[in-house]
């Protein structure tokens, strides 16, 4: 082999170690805002088209309230998980509620690629409460499917996807502040940058030229 074909031959192994590293160490920025919409409801409860459901009659009720997130990451790294809502409860009167329905988390991605997927949670509650003692009972929302994907990004639910409502303190009508968060973890799916490839073809040429100058040299 001759000193040039050597030459050549490291220049496109240092070329290509450069475009893979710098293609690695890519951070990619994921921007998205979430919206939660309930429906399906159990008859005569209310709330349907809105962040709010309202479980019950008359003076016992129990509200759930979903708040969406807005969230501008780095990833990679993506270290723990990323919140995409939060949902709060209140409790009114006394006696005993149980609610269901659907919930719709949207995430509406701005960033790395614009789009839009959504998951489905169904909704169950019982609770019990009243004004002269602790509440107690239970509930639960459980989204569908475990993942989705937009662009290259996809968001896992943690836990499955379940989410466990806490019982206020208090039977007030007032939403808790300590809410329960749904949780995902935020994966890209390794994609070259322009950069990289424009790198490894730069070698790629410049292999191939002196390839061809070995050849004719030969002859």
Do not use: C, H, W
């Amino acid at each position: 082999m001759s000193n040039l074909f050597k030459m050549s031959f490291m220049a496109l192994l240092v070329t290509s170690v450069m475009a893979l590293a710098a293609s690695a160490t890519k951070a990619d920025t994921v921007t998205f805002t979430t919206t939660g919409v309930f429906s399906g409801l159990s008859a005569g409860d209310t709330g349907a088209g809105t962040s709010t459901a309202t479980f019950g009659s008359g003076g016992d009720t129990i509200s759930i309230k979903f708040t969406g997130s807005n969230q501008s990451i780095g990833v990679p790294p993506q270290d723990g998980a990323v919140i995409l809502g939060v949902f709060n409860t209140a409790l009114t009167g006394a006696g005993a509620e149980n609610g269901s329905g659907i919930l719709t988390l949207t995430i509406n991605q701005t960033s790395p690629t614009p789009g839009s997927n959504s998951f489905n949670g169904s909704l169950s509650a019982s609770f019990v409460f009243s004004n002269g003692g602790p509440a107690g009972g239970s509930g639960t929302v459980v989204f569908t499917p475990a993942s989705v994907t937009i662009g290259a990004v996809t968001y896992t639910l943690s836990n499955s996807g379940t989410v466990t409502l806490s019982i206020p303190p208090n039977n007030t009508g007032t939403f808790s502040t300590f809410g329960n968060s749904v949780e995902a973890k935020v994966n890209v799916a390794s994609v070259p940058e322009p950069t990289s490839m424009l790198l490894l073809g730069s070698g790629l040429i410049g292999l191939a030229g002196a390839a061809r100058r070995k050849f004719r040299g030969n002859n």
